[in-house]
């Protein structure tokens, strides 16, 4: 059974940093891409950034480059992403997906970027 619980989130004020992590089982992890995407609230999802398995190619959208790092640890099965100088509009509930099979979805993690 593919299972994916984000946790790290939190509130933090603008400026400020989290890093979410991404625990995965169910699958061979190293195999497979992994995503970070995320839905504000009355919102659409949101692409964030995407990672290549081996965790040597990483992607961004254009609204977190330069910001955010995505980065993974195939031994622990976790992928993670660093959070930084975080915005107002950074809030939203951040998923981890496998890029392959999007099938499968956490609960999230709540990311309230506020002051």
């Known amino acids: 059974e593919v299972q994916l619980v984000e946790s790290g989130g939190g509130l933090v004020q603008p400026g400020g940093s989290l890093r979410l992590s991404c625990a995965a089982s169910?699958?061979?992890?190293?195999?497979?891409?992994m995503s970070w995407v995320r839905q504000a609230a009355g919102k659409g999802l949101e692409w964030v950034s995407g990672?290549?398995?081996?965790?040597?190619?990483?992607r961004y959208a254009d609204s977190v480059k330069g910001r955010f790092t995505i980065s993974r640890d195939n031994a622990k099965n976790t992928l993670y992403l660093q959070m930084n100088s975080l915005k107002p509009e950074d809030t939203a509930v951040y998923y981890c997906?496998?890029?392959?099979?999007?099938?499968?979805w956490g609960q999230g993690t709540q990311v309230t970027v506020s002051s």
């Open positions: 997906l496998n890029r392959a099979v999007m099938d499968y």
């Open positions: 169910g699958f061979t992890f190293s195999s497979y891409g």
């Open positions: 990672i290549n398995p081996g965790g040597s190619s990483t």
